[in-house]
T-cell receptor, first 114, second 113 residues
Framework: EAQVTQNPRYLITVTGKKLTVTCSQNMNHEYMSWYRQDPGLGLRQIYYSMNVEVTDKGDVPEGYKVSRKEKRNFPLILESPSPNQTSLYFC?????????????FGPGTRLLVL | AQSVTQLGSHVSVSEGALVLLRCNYSSSVPPYLFWYVQYPNQGLQLLLKYTSAATLVKGINGFEAEFKKSETSFHLTKPSAHMSDAAEYFCAVSDTGGFKTIFGAGTRLFVKA
C-alpha cells in the first residue's frame, strides 16, 4: 500500500530533550515536506526537500532541523524542544516539485512539550 | 507573496443542504489551487485541484470548485451534504515551482441530521 508513515504518533517530552520524528514514504517520491498544524493557523511549512541532500526552509523553520540522506526518509529533529513547539506535525510527499503535484500526507504526530 | 483566506472557521449545514466553503487567494503568478480534507485523527487527503486546465474542477465525493480569476476565489461546493462530509477542509495555493505550499486556516464543516 502506498503510504507515508510517521513515528511516533504521540509524544510527550520535556523542554530541552532532543527528539526525532521519523517520516518514510514508499512511493519513490522526490519531494517531501514537514508541516505543523495549530488551531486557527492551518498548516505551516517547516522544511521541505526537493531530493536527496537538498533541503530548504519553509515559513517556520526556527528550532527545527531536517536531513534527507535517503530518498524515502525525511526525519524532523528538535534539538532543544520548547513548549511553543507543542503541535500536530505532518509529513507529506509528492512525486515531483511542479506546482500541480498532489501531496500525500502521513497520519500526523501529536507532540506535547512540557 | 502568496496567501490564502478561508472565510468562516466553522460552517454548519443540515444533511441534504448545499455546502459552500469559501476560499480567496493572493498570488502574483498563476496559481495552483487545492482543496484538502482532514477527517478526525487523520492526515489530509486531496479533494480536488486547479491546474489551469478547466475553471470548474470536479473532485471526489461529489465536491467541486470553480476558479474565478477576477474574484481571486476558489470556493468549494457540494449540492447535498452528507453526514460523512463532517471534517475540516483546507484550501491551499502553490506556486509554479511547487516548492512551497501555503494553506488556509481551515474550515470545520458540521452536518446536522
Amino acid at each position: 500500500e502506498a503510504q507515508v508513515t510517521q513515528n511516533p504518533r504521540y509524544l510527550i517530552t520535556v523542554t530541552g530533550k532532543k527528539l526525532t520524528v521519523t517520516c518514510s514514504q514508499n512511493m519513490n517520491h522526490e519531494y517531501m515536506s514537514w508541516y505543523r498544524q495549530d488551531p486557527g493557523l492551518g498548516l505551516r511549512q517547516i522544511y521541505y526537500s526537493m531530493n536527496v541532500e537538498v533541503t530548504d526552509k519553509g515559513d517556520v523553520p526556527e528550532g527545527y532541523k531536517v536531513s534527507r540522506k535517503e530518498k524515502r526518509n525525511f526525519p524532523l529533529i528538535l534539538e532543544s524542544p520548547s513548549p511553543n513547539q507543542t503541535s500536530l506535525y505532518f509529513c507529506a510527499s509528492s512525486r515531483g516539485t511542479g506546482g500541480a503535484e498532489t501531496q500525500y500526507f502521513g497520519p500526523g504526530t501529536r507532540l506535547l512539550v512540557l | 507573496a502568496q496567501s490564502v483566506t478561508q472565510l468562516g472557521s466553522h460552517v454548519s449545514v443540515s444533511e441534504g443542504a448545499l455546502v459552500l466553503l469559501r476560499c480567496n487567494y493572493s498570488s502574483s503568478v498563476p496559481p495552483y489551487l487545492f482543496w484538502y480534507v482532514q477527517y478526525p485523527n487523520q492526515g489530509l487527503q486531496l479533494l480536488l485541484k486547479y491546474t489551469s486546465a478547466a475553471t470548474l474542477v470536479k473532485g471526489i465525493n461529489g465536491f467541486e470548485a470553480e476558479f474565478k480569476k477576477s474574484e481571486t476565489s476558489f470556493h468549494l461546493t457540494k449540492p447535498s451534504a452528507h453526514m460523512s462530509d463532517a471534517a475540516e477542509y483546507f484550501c491551499a495555493v502553490s506556486d509554479t515551482g511547487g516548492f512551497k505550499t501555503i494553506f488556509g486556516a481551515g474550515t470545520r464543516l458540521f452536518v446536522k441530521a
